[in-house]
């Protein structure tokens, strides 16, 4: 399995634009999760589907940003506009299961950075 | 949520053990302790997992206290590819009765030659 797939690897935008992130995740594992990582907050959930559909996107900052999760092989993570202030490493991971309790796998991620 | 506590670094030498020890004084009865890795420029790796007892796998053991308050995730032959920061979570039921992982800055941990 070539695990969580996430692209681009990187990103550089300039603010007010659109950016939109890519996942694909480990196959037949039914949860994905979007982490967005900085120096000063660390690791935090945006937003995690289960087969599919949003559980809990109480972690997304705002309406600018939004994720979608068509079918069981695709993610996407859009931010518009995009503020400098939202450059960071942008996780995506999977796991069988909501719970997590057998562990995540994280893809490789995308830095973003707005300028 | 319950929250974890780690030294912000640690220091070992290769091919020696490194115990790294995690304090969670507010666990509760259900929240699993879950500890992963992050090396440099990758996604955080799934390391270890438990609920009371000790657990080994290939990569590591996790020793839990009695009282569920502090773990100590052991690397019995450290190598220079396990330097990394390591973060020790819990998997707490938030409001909405959904497990989420709450995590902390962890540990980085340095490995000399």
């Known amino acids: 399995d070539a695990g969580v797939i996430q692209s681009p690897r990187h990103e550089v935008t300039e603010m007010g634009q659109e950016v939109t992130l890519r996942c694909k995740p480990i196959?037949?594992?039914?949860?994905l999760f979007w982490y967005r990582q900085t120096m000063m907050r660390g690791l935090e959930l945006l937003i995690y589907?289960?087969?599919?559909?949003?559980?809990?996107d109480s972690g997304m900052p705002e309406d600018r940003f939004s994720a979608k999760m068509p079918n069981a092989s695709f993610s996407t993570l859009k931010i518009q506009p995009s503020e400098p202030r939202d450059s960071a490493v942008y996780f995506c991971?999977?796991?069988?299961?909501?719970?997590?309790?057998?562990?995540?796998?994280f893809g490789s991620g995308t830095r973003l950075t707005v300028v | 949520d319950a929250k974890t506590t780690q030294p912000n670094s640690m220091e070992s030498n290769e091919e020696e053990p490194v115990h790294l020890p995690c304090n969670h004084s507010t666990i509760s009865g259900t929240d699993y302790i879950h500890w992963y890795r992050q090396l440099p420029s990758q996604g955080p790796e799934y390391v270890i997992h438990?609920?009371?007892?000790?657990v080994n796998n290939r990569m590591a053991s996790l020793a839990i206290a009695e009282d569920r308050k502090s773990s100590t995730l052991i690397l019995h032959r450290a190598t220079l590819r396990d330097a990394a920061v390591y973060y020790c979570i819990l998997s707490s039921y938030n409001a909405g009765n959904n497990r989420k992982l709450i995590w902390g800055l962890g540990t980085s941990l340095a490995v000399n030659p």
């Open positions: 196959s037949g594992h039914n949860s």
């Open positions: 991971a999977s796991s069988f299961g909501w719970q997590g309790v057998n562990g995540y796998t």
């Open positions: 589907f289960n087969n599919n559909v949003p559980i809990d």
């Open positions: 438990g609920l009371t007892s000790n």
